[in-house]
């Protein structure tokens, strides 16, 4: 199933935006190895392995990969992959035997997915960090919040997983393909800084041409604007407003009472403050589901602000199922969709070993093979544990 059927991913566990990658790229239908570490199964977040989402769509193996035999099995399934993601700092892959010069020897075609905060090169390259320091460095945490108030931390979605996650899936995807015509491999080195860089190309576009405020909180998109921003209603619940072209903030105006209130041009960023508390005042005598009656599949751009236990539950998300419940958990459905080679969650997330001597087998080794790698204690088949 999926437009990736047949791909073969050989995934180096880590933590955030590599088993985020491996994740999608599984749920288009590739076959992703998950290799664990056998001195540190379970990496990031500790909470039973039903709700470790990101790992979905995969099996796992056990593997020490600092014993020599544990790290000659994965050369051998390297031998028969397409792709190899790992989430190490520079050069760790290489001193295990694991690097891209090692694994070219065995398969000239492999793309290397090398997953970092600060990239493999760089003055920091071999400093640890975090989503939070990586948007830092690149300006998106500077441009993120209120004016006059100290910065938003937007979860870890803009570098672990937008400038990781998604810019590790493209560029794999697209050195698989020059790879089909060279039939060369190449590394795919993915740093969360350069991707959440690339995220905010349009903003340094808009400071370069001076149509965007080096401060937070005084621009169209940052909460600056009266028509782009969030208010509270009667009930203390949230609703966004972004009518930000004239015909949509026209009628963002006529269904707030405020067509014939003698507002200034909706332009004129000064006046903005006065406005942005008018509309505070409006929004706060209705309650978020009145306006919802009033506004929502309207053209004002609008949507109630729902919680994670009220996202699943919207009529819109139900159409489309952007939400399934899979073993008792609710989580996000795949994305993008396909009009005829869909995509599909192949399988709950796996405890670590759970698969190993299965999708072993599947990737090539035979009866001599695993015994030789138990006997090494290169292995280990947790999948007792985890029942």
Same mark, same amino acid.
Not at 15 to 35: Q, S, T
Not at 57 to 83: F, M
Not at 250 to 265: N, Y
């Given at each position: ?7 073969? =991913? @050989? ?19 590739? $076959? ?45 399934l390297v031998e028969? &992959? ?14 295990? %035997? ?30 640890? *960090? ?14 993120? *919040?209120?004016? %006059?108030?100290?910065? @938003? ?31 060369? *491999?190449?590394? @795919? ?84 403050? /006065? ?11 209705? #309650?978020?589901? &009145? ?6 599949g309207s053209d004002?751009?609008?949507?109630p602000i729902l ?14 199922? #952007?939400?399934? /419940? =899979? $073993? ?16 599909? =969650? ?9 698969? #190993? ?31």
């Amino acid at each position: 199933m999926g437009p990736l059927e047949g791909v073969r =991913i @050989v995934e180096l566990a880590g933590i955030g935006p590599g088993p985020m990658a491996c994740m999608l790229l599984a749920d288009m239908g590739a $076959d992703v190895i998950k290799v664990d570490r056998l001195a540190d199964a379970g990496l990031g977040v500790a909470m039973p392995d039903k709700y470790q989402l990101l790992n979905r769509s995969r099996k796992s193996v056990a593997l020490d990969l600092k014993n020599p035999a544990g790290a000659e099995a994965v050369l051998k399934l390297v031998e028969s &992959a397409d792709a190899l993601i790992e989430g190490f700092r520079p050069g760790v892959t290489e001193r295990m %035997g694991l690097g891209p010069e090692d694994c070219w020897a065995r398969n000239p075609k492999l793309v290397y997915g090398r997953m970092t905060g600060w990239g493999q090169t760089g003055t920091l390259s071999h400093a640890a *960090g975090h989503d939070m320091n990586y948007i830092a460095l690149v300006g998106a945490l500077h441009a993120i *919040g209120r004016k %006059g108030e100290a910065p @938003v931390p937007p979860l870890n979605l803009v570098g672990d997983f937008g400038g990781g996650a998604l810019y590790m899936v493209v560029g794999l995807l697209a050195a698989l393909l020059e790879a089909g015509r060279s039939g060369k *491999g190449q590394v @795919v080195d993915t740093a969360m800084t350069d991707g959440a860089a690339s995220l905010m190309t349009i903003f340094y576009g808009m400071l370069g041409a001076g149509q965007w405020q080096d401060e937070r909180g005084s621009n169209v998109l940052d909460t600056g604007s009266h028509f782009y921003d969030v208010y509270e209603t009667s009930d203390g619940k949230h609703v966004s407003i972004a009518s930000i072209e004239a015909k949509f903030y026209a009628e963002m105006l006529e269904k707030t009472g405020l067509k014939d209130a003698g507002l200034p041009d909706q332009w004129d960023a000064k006046s903005w403050p /006065e406005v942005n508390a008018k509309m505070k005042e409006v929004f706060k005598t209705k #309650t978020r589901d &009145a306006w919802c009656e009033i506004m929502e599949g309207s053209d004002v751009c609008f949507a109630p602000i729902l919680s994670l236990n009220e996202a699943p539950n919207h009529a819109h998300n139900r159409a489309r199922q #952007t939400f399934v /419940e =899979i $073993d008792g958990v609710v989580q996000p459905n795949v994305a993008p969709r396909f009009s005829r080679t869909e995509s599909a =969650i192949q399988r709950p997330p796996a405890a670590p070993g759970e698969h #190993t001597e299965e999708a072993l087998r599947e990737w090539g080794f035979d009866d001599a093979g695993l015994d030789a790698l138990r006997e090494a204690g290169a292995i280990a088949d947790m999948s007792q544990a985890a029942e």
